[in-house]
Nanobody, 127 residues
Framework: QVQLVESGGGLVQAGGSLRLSCAAS????????MGWLRQAPGKEREFVAA????????YYTDSVKGRFTISRDNAENTVYLQMNSLKPEDTAVYYC????????????????????WGQGAQVTVSS
């Protein structure tokens, strides 16, 4: 069973950048496809970005394409989310999530696909 801990959240002005990190422990990290999801106040949790267990495939929700980049370092058991050109509507709690994946190229886009979750990191973008 894998444990996930996010870091790197904070307060930033619109147009600024943040990088979220998610450190994994307790499992073989390279066996897991990873994702970032977020939940804004009063809204349901939504998919943001996903990466396959090898890092060869990535996918983004339309609203963050061209601004956010997901990556992973399997040697360091860490997945990242680089967020540029941040907007106030990106304000949310961001969650790192993991699920076992047989295919090295497959990723997952639904919150229900993920079995393991971090505690969340608050990202606040001021206008």
């Amino acid at each position: 069973q894998v444990q996930l801990v996010e870091s790197g959240g904070g307060l930033v002005q619109a147009g600024g950048s943040l990088r979220l990190s998610c450190a994994a422990s307790g499992g073989t990290f390279s066996r897991y496809a990873m994702g970032w999801l977020r939940q804004a106040p009063g809204k349901e949790r939504e998919f943001v970005a996903a990466i396959s267990r090898t890092g060869s495939s990535t996918y983004y929700t339309d609203s963050v394409k061209g601004r956010f980049t997901i990556s992973r370092d399997n040697a360091e058991n860490t997945v990242y989310l680089q967020m540029n050109s941040l907007k106030p509507e990106d304000t949310a709690v961001y969650y790192c999530a993991a699920t076992r994946a047989i295919s090295g190229t497959y990723y997952y886009t639904s919150p229900s696909d993920y079995a393991y979750w971090g505690q969340g990191a608050q990202v606040t973008v001021s206008s």
